[in-house]
T-cell receptor, first 117, second 114 residues
């Protein structure tokens, strides 16, 4: 079974440009998460969706960041305009909720490595 | 609110030696506890998790962890490490707070030396 698929794996862009990161969760999973990992701040939850609906976006740093999930098999994280401090690894992850509950394993993609110069 | 503290940012150890990576948590509700591992240039993957029942949990690659409610700890152990265990290890907690939010610790970098 395919895991969580993210694209692009690496992106280098200039400050001010728009960046779009893409994610395909594991089929059948109804939770999707976007995390950001940096040396300074560690692993931060940016936003998560349940059944394509955003549930908690309190981790989104500012209005320059937006995330969408138009259907169960696709999500995007957009940064517009990008800044050098957005340089990080962005992980998409998914999980299932048989019977509900927060004890489910989260499955991570391999990450999108973003560098803003 | 829940939080996780990993007490060591880096742990160097020689190959075939035992290792313990420490994790403490705080939560006002019943918790579920996890250890994830991140190999270089990869995403995180689950090592083991505690949901309920036996406090000693066994995971992949010979790792185990013990849930200690009185000390609010969930330390990860391996009796004999290999070079291939070099990675970053994350402790995480989630709970019945009405939301589905897993909180990760800052990570512990395990470096196994030959």
């Amino acid at each position: 079974d395919a895991g969580v698929i993210q694209s692009p794996r690496h992106e280098v862009t200039e400050m001010g440009q728009e960046v779009t990161l893409r994610c395909k969760p594991i089929s059948g999973h109804d939770y999707l998460f976007w995390y950001r990992q940096t040396m300074m701040r560690g692993l931060e939850l940016l936003i998560y969706f349940n059944n394509n609906v955003p549930i908690d976006d309190s981790g989104m740093p500012e209005d320059r960041f937006s995330a969408k999930m138009p259907n169960a098999s696709f999500s995007t994280l957009k940064i517009q305009p990008s800044e050098p401090r957005d340089s990080a690894v962005y992980f998409c992850a998914s999980s299932s909720s048989p019977g509900g509950g927060p004890g489910n394993t989260i499955y991570f993609g391999e990450g999108s490595w973003l560098t803003v110069v | 609110a829940q939080s996780v503290t990993q007490l060591d940012s880096q742990v160097p150890v020689f190959e075939e030696a035992p290792v313990e990576l420490r994790c403490n948590y705080s939560s006002s509700v019943s918790v579920y506890l996890f250890w994830y591992v991140q190999y270089p240039n990869q995403g995180l993957q689950l090592l083991l998790k505690y949901l309920s029942g036996s406090t000693l949990v066994k995971g992949i690659n010979g790792f185990e962890a013990e849930f200690n409610k009185s000390q609010t700890s969930f330390h990860l152990r391996k009796p004999s490490v290999h070079i291939s265990d070099t990675a970053e290890y994350f402790c995480a907690v989630s709970g019945n707070t009405g939301g589905f939010k897993t909180i990760f610790g800052a990570g512990t970098r395990l470096f196994v030396k030959a």
